[in-house]
């Protein structure tokens, strides 16, 4: 009988828990209200209107209890609103999460707390399912997965006076289309359009710049001559293309590609959009075959095709490879069919492997050992040369690097293709090992038949024990950029209205030529690059609208090496890297002025924000940085005895 009611008893101790179980699953279930959260506002009027802050007397927060905010006047209702509510948010679709404080989670005490009630913790109320979570890091994780799986949808309706975006429309999935605009050129985007892994038509807002650099170095190219033959080898969305095709018109004839079947068909959309005609050529679609001349503005081929086959099918003036990660697969077909003097331009997006954070994949794609390094973006911009220069030799061809830019999101070189096998053993003569001390970071490349140890300027092998110098590389070895060529890149910049690039354009002018912005003021007007740029001889093509001859294109190749034959120095030093402890640093451009007082050449980079390059070795580097660091509490810049 005793075991009879003991069982019982279990049983309802069992049901009970079950019952609770169930009542904090519901409650931690995503709700399907269809009104908004009072957390969840797009604008700080919003907020503010919760709550009447005209009225007089004391007034509660609408987002705290009052144990944790008490009530309080009007004015500082606000500032607290503004200063926590409202600035500690989680964005998405213009609405901002709120962080909230009622009791609409409570979190369950430990078995080992000796507290008996469950304290309420701060969260946030997601926009899409109305669930509640805790941490900013796991909203944000929250709303990712959200749109991996295309939920975009809030699960509340918007009120009535609120109009739906004019930038979104629905796709025929279902899903809601996001437009875009960059360059005057308008695309559409898929709800997970930033997730490569999950989304064909992968669009990064961060690659700005590097679209804007390209297009510039084609904006060049066309100048050079035309009508070009153009490939964006991995189209996308087809942004990169459609503005070549939109804003050159028919100095050029764009061809866009990509393997993927949702590519495509958004490609051919954001045509429509942009009113470009596909070519009839192209594989049927919307916006391709006949159509009223005038409604048009150019005309773009798109096809399916796999990079390494129309690459090896045809043969074209200017090569765009930008795959999701590294281009080395594509580097051998890129050269095969390339015109002569034409331009192959390389974005490598593997910053993994590139800035030495998994050697073994770097050795793996490209045949080189790295370590990390104060100059790693450098080091990755010269890998990538070299995994280039090697693909040209192959092929009997040689490059010209126009341009190398080594951002945090990607690497980017823009190189001239020169055609014979006596362009290509220049180009891999200049193919070489760099020796890097461990301690001191002094580095040089290394000469065949030298010992490893003898050849840096450094005295840490006789001083310190062990072996403190590393062979690095292969690498390219010559100059990163062209003077003349990044000139004229600035003057289309300035001519296309790309403020956001002009900066960055104008700082590799000065590290190409390796002087301080100072000295391009001589040479830069207003934006506008004069003395270099006024005459019209540097065109591609004569008034009949036909290319220039092989000869004069030499000629032009020539005048371009010309300007580039004082190179600048290799590499940069970091003036944090090298501080001396205990000492105040003098200002950056003050120091620059130092080192070219002392008669050195030196100028900033854009590798590095706090980068100086120069001709200096590190002793010397080093000396002159010292003898105007002043100690720690006093004016820097001072100790000049």
Known sequence: MAEARFDEGEMKRERGQAENDDKDSDDNRPSTSTERHISIQSRIEDLEALVDLNGAGRKACPLCPEEKFKSCYSHKLRRHLQNLHWKVYVEVQGQRMCICHLPCRALKPSPSS?????????????????????RKTDMISHLKRHSNKGETQASYSLDPDQDQDQDQKPAPSGQTLEILKELGTNVQLMPNHNT??????????????????????LAVLAEERSPLECLDAFGATGIMGLQWAKHLRSAIRVTITDISDACVNMIRENCELNQ??????????????????????????????DANVILHLRPFDYVHLDPFGSAVNFLDSAFRN????????????????????????????????LVRTEYYRELAARM????????????????????????????????????????????????????????CEERLFLKQGTQIDDTLPC???????????????????????????????????????????QPLLK??????????????????????????????????????????SADEGLNLVKKLKCDSSVEHPPFYYSIHRHSIRGMNMPKLNKFLQFLTEAGFRVSRTHFDPTGVRTNADLNQFTAVLSKYSSPTGSKPGLNQD
């Open 384 to 439: 990538v040369l070299d995994a280039v220069a090697r693909a040209a030799a192959r092929c009997n061809k040689g490059i010209d690097v126009l341009l190398s830019v080594a951002l945090e999101h990607f690497v980017l070189v823009v190189v001239r293709v020169l055609r014979g096998p006596s362009q290509a053993d220049e180009s891999v003569k200049r193919l070489r090992r760099l020796v890097h001390c461990q301690w």
């Open 114 to 134: 000796e507290q008996s009630s469950s304290r309420h913790v701060a969260h946030y109320h997601c926009v899409v399912c109305s669930g509640t979570i805790a």
């Open 338 to 369: 390339v015109r002569n003097h034409g331009v192959v331009s390389v974005t490598s997006t593997d910053t993994g492997s590139l800035y030495a954070k998994s050697p073994n994949v770097t050795l793996r794609h490209y045949g080189a050992s």
């Open 196 to 217: 490569p892994q999950k989304s064909d038509t992968y669009f990064s807002r961060k690659m700005k710049t590097n679209r804007q650099l390209v297009f510039c170095s």
């Open 507 to 548: 700082t590799l002018l000065c590290e190409c030529d390796c002087i301080t912005t100072k000295y391009l003021s001589n040479q830069v007007e207003c934006g506008v690059v004069i003395k270099t740029l006024q005459s019209g001889d540097e065109t591609g093509s004569d008034s009949s609208g036909k290319r220039k």
């Open 459 to 501: 005295s840490c092998h006789g001083t310190l024990p062990g072996k403190t110098a590393v062979t690095l590389g292969p690498l390219w070895s010559g100059p990163l950029f062209n003077s003349s060529f990044l000139r004229r890149m600035l003057n289309a910049a300035v001519r296309h209205s790309m403020e956001d690039v």
């Open 276 to 305: 470009i005609r596909v070519a009839p050529g192209s594989e049927s679609g919307p916006g391709s075959g006949p159509g009223p001349e005038g409604r048009y503005l150019t005309t773009v081929e798109v096809n399916k095709m």
